[in-house]
């Protein structure tokens, strides 16, 4: 698939009801496989305001090539509700498609800072072209997927936007080289 545009997304505007000193954090929904939608749609059905942000990818299904949407995170959306109290917490269960609340139960909930969702939305706004990426950690070990290292494994030591160095070690001998790489050919092992 290559990189299109972002596009909108299902359930981020206010809800009514809403006040001023609503304090709400952004909780993290895990979905079935390809449930994200059905998950959101009875959320908001529910009274419940969800947030599925969606890209637009090129695919090729029967030699034909056409954009369609799917979920920026697949297999997650995200849920602003104000603190989880234990019935809010068993009604979101209750849904269909929905493989669980990240946490540890109704009262040890998981919160996603809000800056990671304003700046999810940020790009949703500025609609600029976004490609999926494999979540990478220096230090982390990963493969590189193309080009003339194809398949060499090594340890990200640095990161830099779509630039990084990967070290590529002979435990016997204890020694280790550095290569940059594209980040984005790059996946975790």
Same mark, same amino acid.
């Given at each position: 698939?290559?990189?299109?545009?972002v596009?909108?997304?299902?359930?981020?505007?206010?809800?009514?009801?809403r006040?001023?000193?609503?304090?709400?954090?952004?909780?993290?929904?895990?979905?079935?496989?390809?449930?994200?939608?059905?998950v959101?749609?009875?959320?908001?059905?529910?009274?419940?305001?969800?947030?599925?942000?969606?890209l637009?990818?090129?695919?090729?299904?029967?030699?034909?090539?056409?954009?369609?949407?799917?979920?920026?995170?697949?297999?997650?959306?995200?849920?602003?509700?104000?603190?989880?109290?234990?019935?809010?917490?068993?009604?979101?269960?209750?849904?269909?498609?929905?493989?669980?609340?990240?946490?540890?139960?109704?009262? $040890?909930?998981?919160?996603? &800072?809000?800056? #990671?969702? =304003?700046?999810?939305?940020?790009?949703? @706004?500025?609609?600029?072209? %976004?490609?999926?990426?494999?979540?990478?950690?220096?230090?982390?070990?990963? $493969?590189?997927?193309?080009? &003339?290292?194809? #398949?060499? =494994?090594?340890?990200?030591?640095?990161? @830099?936007?779509?630039?990084? %160095?990967?070290?590529?070690?002979?435990?016997?001998?204890?020694?280790?080289?550095?290569?940059?790489?594209?980040?984005?050919l790059?996946?975790?092992?």
């Amino acid at each position: 698939m290559v990189e299109a545009p972002v596009v909108g997304h299902a359930g981020c505007g206010p809800r009514s009801g809403r006040t001023q000193g609503d304090v709400r954090h952004w909780y993290a929904i895990w979905t079935n496989s390809h449930c994200e939608q059905l998950v959101s749609d009875q959320l908001w059905a529910k009274g419940f305001e969800s947030f599925l942000p969606r890209l637009n990818v090129w695919s090729r299904r029967g030699g034909v090539r056409r954009i369609i949407s799917l979920p920026m995170f697949p297999g997650y959306l995200f849920l602003s509700h104000s603190a989880m109290d234990k019935s809010s917490y068993v009604e979101i269960c209750k849904t269909r498609g929905l493989a669980r609340v990240l946490g540890d139960g109704w009262d $040890r909930v998981a919160i996603v &800072p809000d800056h #990671d969702i =304003e700046a999810v939305q940020k790009v949703l @706004k500025a609609q600029i072209p %976004v490609a999926p990426h494999p979540y990478l950690k220096r230090g982390q070990r990963v $493969r590189i997927l193309a080009g &003339p290292l194809a #398949d060499v =494994e090594g340890i990200l030591v640095r990161m @830099k936007p779509n630039k990084g %160095v990967v070290a590529l070690s002979v435990d016997l001998v204890q020694q280790s080289i550095a290569v940059e790489v594209d980040c984005t050919l790059v996946t975790p092992v």
